[in-house]
């Protein structure tokens, strides 16, 4: 065994990963049970992981879930998102139950970032073998994308719309207030609590169009001035969430609605399901076609 563990290269270890997807330590655990076989060490994981030891991680997952979890003192949350390949897989109890188990055990553990979430322990696995043992059940690659964690010194609450958009508020007041914020967020998607929040860039890009529809209208100068302000004024009472008209009483705004209930807001989180990634178009005739073929 010592020779075989010596003759276990990086290259042969990284091979098997990109074959199999299962976690490096797993490969290389294989390959040294095989003696370098890497045949036979694909049957060995596909036994120990449930794995179907098919290279599915370079296929893209863009569907998912929102996971939240919320400690019973209300002080502590998380979201994290975790994605799949088809919406089908985001309703498989097992992965539903992952993603559940996954928000918990960041509001728990805190992890810094995402390997030091996938070494945490899970079950009688660590996250990443358990993620891994999932992948060859189900058949799709699933990717731990991102999480957040509030630790507050107020109260935290929080939405989760079907798995699909989750929301997370730092406040201080009842929690029915907190829950109504995150709901209100959740439909709007506001960019930031004020303006003082709004991106820079997000404000000049704003600007830009602005000034070059007015710069079009034909008016004078001031007007030009005067239609940019109240375009860029109309841009922030959009996206900013105390501005905005509370969706469950549209004749104040989200500002007096807290104000009324003597309460504030701190910070939030929002995280979609997806957000910021290309789907790939399958043509799935071609795809059968193709698996027939060979």
Do not use: W
């Not at 569907?63 to 994290?80: F, P």
């Not at 990443?128 to 043992?133: D, K, N, Q, V």
């Not at 060859?136 to 958009?165: D, L, M, T």
């Amino acid at each position: 065994m010592e020779y075989f563990m010596s003759n276990i290269s990086a290259a042969l270890v990284k091979e098997l990963r990109l074959k199999t997807d299962a976690p490096m330590m797993e490969c290389k655990k294989a390959l040294l049970e095989s003696e370098g076989d890497i045949v036979r060490a694909e049957e060995i994981l596909r036994v120990r992981l449930g794995s179907k030891a098919s290279k599915v991680s370079s296929r893209i997952a863009a569907d998912g879930l929102i996971g939240l979890y919320i400690n019973d003192d209300s002080n502590v949350g998380s979201l994290i998102e975790v994605n799949c390949e088809t919406d089908f897989v985001a309703k498989n109890i097992d992965f539903i139950d992952f993603v559940n188990n996954l928000a918990k055990i960041v509001a728990v553990n805190n992890p810094k970032d995402i390997d030091s979430l996938l070494s945490l322990p899970y079950d009688d696995k660590t996250v990443e073998l358990y993620r891994a043992f999932l992948v060859g059940k189900i058949g799709e690659n699933i990717s731990i994308r991102r999480f957040n964690r509030i630790s507050s010194n107020n109260k935290v609450a929080g939405y989760n719309h079907n798995g699909k958009i989750g929301v997370l508020v730092n406040f201080d007041g009842d929690l029915s207030v907190g829950k109504d914020i995150a709901m209100h967020i959740t439909a709007t998607r506001p960019k930031a609590i004020n303006v003082e929040g709004i991106n820079k860039s997000d404000l000049e890009s704003e600007k830009l169009v602005a000034s070059e529809k007015a710069a079009n209208s034909g008016k004078s100068k001031e007007i030009i001035e005067k239609m940019v302000e109240g375009s860029i004024n109309k841009f922030i009472k959009e996206v900013t969430l105390l501005s905005q008209p509370f969706i469950k009483n549209d004749k104040q705004t989200v500002q007096q609605m807290l104000e009324g209930t003597k309460s504030s807001i701190y910070d939030f989180i929002c995280y979609s399901v997806g957000e910021g990634i290309e789907k790939k178009n399958v043509d799935f005739a071609a795809e059968v076609a193709s698996m027939r073929a060979n």
